[in-house]
């Protein structure tokens, strides 16, 4: 899962960045307004952390320019300032979650994956996919009430294509989203590492869908 953090605040940004990282989120960080608007507008992103307080553009225009534009990815607002006026302003502007500094880190970690959760059509931690359980709050991977043990990439990998809702992936989508843009693995890698997860699982638990990508099925119950 590729998430954006958007947070001039060196000290936070790279708090919350290692943050997600640690909990499977691969993680673009932003420190001013006009570089989170390009970057929302232009990228694939799971989710996203915005301060409201930035250089040059602030928080609240660059999610009213996202949501102009139909970018739809869900927002969690992070602001020094937690008067309930400015949280109706955020989510009126937007803003799917608003958590006020300071803050707990694992109540952040916690908030954004509930709110992929939701975006992708999952109601709780434990997503079900045919004889697999993806457990996002442990990162277990289980195969008929059995642990798994993944690697992180493979975990990343699985995990994604489970919040995906039946929707065969593209290998560039996985691609972005297991790697990112600048360091993008070609589809020969993304094929050797969908082939590793497969001898953990089975080999059909995800199907080639020639032309439209990867679809992870879960296997015969």
Excluded at 110 to 136: K, P, Q
Excluded at 152 to 180: D, K, M, T
Aim: glycine content about 14%; charged content about 30%; aromatic content about 6%.
């Amino acid at each position: 899962m590729r998430v954006l953090v958007v947070e001039d605040d060196r000290a936070i940004g790279g708090d919350v960045e290692r943050g997600l990282a640690s909990a499977g989120f691969l993680v673009d960080r932003i420190e001013d307004g006009e570089g989170a608007w390009f970057a929302g507008d232009t990228e694939d992103y799971a989710a996203c952390v915005l301060d409201l307080g930035l250089p040059g553009l602030d928080g609240l225009t660059v999610l009213r320019k996202w949501r102009g534009a139909g970018r739809g990815f869900p927002v969690l607002i992070l602001s020094a300032r937690g008067d309930w006026t400015e949280k109706v302003e955020g989510i009126e502007a937007g803003a799917d979650d608003y958590l006020a500094k300071p803050f707990q880190l694992a109540e952040l970690i916690a908030r954004v994956r509930a709110l992929v959760r939701r975006a992708g059509g999952h109601a709780n931690s434990r997503l079900e996919v045919g004889r697999l359980v993806i457990d996002t709050s442990r990162m277990r991977l289980l195969v008929e009430g059995s642990e798994v043990r993944t690697s992180p990439l493979e975990f990343r990998l699985v995990n994604y294509l489970a919040h995906q809702a039946g929707r065969a992936v593209s290998v560039g989508e996985i691609g972005e989203h297991l790697y990112g843009v600048d360091d993008s693995a070609d589809a020969n890698a993304i094929e050797a590492l969908v082939m590793r997860l497969r001898r953990k699982i089975g080999a059909d638990a995800i199907e080639t869908r020639r032309g439209f990508g990867y679809l992870l099925t879960g296997g015969a119950g």
